[in-house]
């Protein structure tokens, strides 16, 4: 089993920044490949950035490519979203998400494969 803890989040005005951390429990961090996601009200969830366990590779979707940037710290069992120049429609609920693997350079898109969740943090943008 995985325990993913997001924080972070909270209001901001457009064009400002957040970080988000998402902490991980109850396995080998290194073993797994992490994903962001993102649900706004009334909409399907959205992938928004990926990193393969290593670090090595990361995919991003194109709604933020160039303003956010996932990171991730194996000693610290954490990985990270930074979010600049901020857009209210990145106003959503912000999730992280975990899948076990065995390949450094893995990583996906899809939310369907990944098998641990955190319960979330918000993010609120304002104009």
């Known amino acids: 089993q995985v325990q993913l803890v997001e924080s972070g989040g909270g209001p901001v005005q457009a064009g400002g920044s957040l970080r988000l951390s998402c902490a991980a429990s109850g396995r080998t961090f290194r073993n797994l490949a992490m994903g962001w996601f993102r649900q706004a009200p009334g909409k399907e969830r959205e992938f928004v950035a990926a990193?393969?366990?290593?670090?090595?590779?990361?995919y991003y979707a194109d709604s933020v490519k160039g303003r956010f940037t996932i990171s991730r710290d194996n000693a610290k069992n954490t990985v990270y979203l930074q979010m600049n120049s901020l857009k209210p429609e990145d106003t959503a609920g912000y999730y992280c998400?975990?899948?076990?693997?065995?390949?450094?350079?893995?990583?996906?898109?899809?939310?369907?494969?990944?098998?641990?969740w955190g319960q979330g943090t918000q993010v609120t943008v304002s104009s």
């Open positions: 998400a975990a899948t076990v693997t065995y390949s450094g350079s893995y990583y996906n898109t899809d939310g369907d494969e990944y098998d641990y």
């Open positions: 990193i393969s366990w290593s670090g090595i590779n990361t």
